[in-house]
T-cell receptor, first 111, second 114 residues
Framework: AQRVTQPEKLLSVFKGAPVELKCNYSYSGSPELFWYVQYSRQRLQLLLR??SRESIKGFTADLNKGETSFHLKKPFAQEEDSAMYYCALKAGGTSYGKLTFGQGTILTVHP | DTAVSQTPKYLVTQMGNDKSIKCEQNLGHDTMYWYKQDSKKFLKIMFS???????INETVPNRFSPKSPDKAHLNLHINSLELGDSAVYFC?????????????FGNGTRLTVT
């Protein structure tokens, strides 16, 4: 069975500081990893996904299969980055597209 | 406006009542999901339908009954509501069940059972 762990429930940084939201997963196959973000009073939305290897809003995430991690990073945090961030894993085969979420990390960026 | 839309946004009801939450997507997706977000913000899948057929049922009490009249709709009916059912329920959709296909979420329905 797949599992996603986000060890930090709360993360606070100051504006301009680097930020890293940790995500570790367990799955024996080759999963697809995603980061979703939920801003205050908004819907849960896709931030980025491993397969795209892109940078969205200055965020990047690298899949480290050796450490089974998919940490989300941004070199200079902005106040508008304050939100709830979920790491999620999608397995193939009989998972039928199911996303397994981590517990979420609330990021607060102080001015 | 292409999106996943849920109604109602808020639902307050008493224990023992029966209620429904509706979900519609106009993204042309063929797979739809219901997720539950509990008080600790933990998101967990409840059901998934692919082309109107149930493909995921994650040990949800049988008081919860999803219904998919067509590929664009997935409604959730809850019988005999209990206090523990209070949560935010999210509908989502995706194009197929392939591993690379991201989910698109609705705004959520906040259910409060008193």
């Amino acid at each position: 069975a797949q599992r996603v762990t986000q060890p930090e429930k709360l993360l606070s940084v100051f504006k301009g500081a680097p930020v890293e939201l940790k995500c570790n997963y367990s799955y024996s196959g080759s999963p697809e990893l995603f980061w979703y973000v939920q801003y205050s009073r908004q819907r849960l939305q896709l931030l980025l996904r491993h397969i795209s290897r892109e940078s969205i809003k200055g965020f990047t995430a690298d899949l480290n299969k050796g450490e089974t991690s998919f940490h989300l990073k941004k070199p200079f945090a902005q106040e508008e980055d304050s939100a709830m961030y979920y790491c999620a894993l999608k397995a193939g085969g009989t998972s039928y597209g199911k996303l397994t979420f981590g517990q979420g990390t609330i990021l607060t960026v102080h001015p | 406006d292409t999106a996943v839309s849920q109604t109602p946004k808020y639902l307050v009801t008493q224990m023992g009542n029966d209620k429904s939450i509706k979900c519609e997507q106009n993204l042309g997706h063929d797979t739809m999901y219901w997720y539950k977000q509990d008080s600790k913000k933990f998101l967990k899948i409840m059901f998934s339908y692919n082309n109107k057929e149930l493909i995921i049922n994650e040990t949800v009490p049988n008081r919860f009954s999803p219904k998919s009249p067509d590929k664009a709709h997935l409604n959730l009916h809850i019988n005999s509501l209990e206090l523990g059912d209070s949560a935010v329920y999210f509908c989502a959709s995706s194009k197929g069940t392939l591993v690379y296909s991201p989910l698109h979420f609705g705004n959520g329905t906040r259910l409060t059972v008193t």
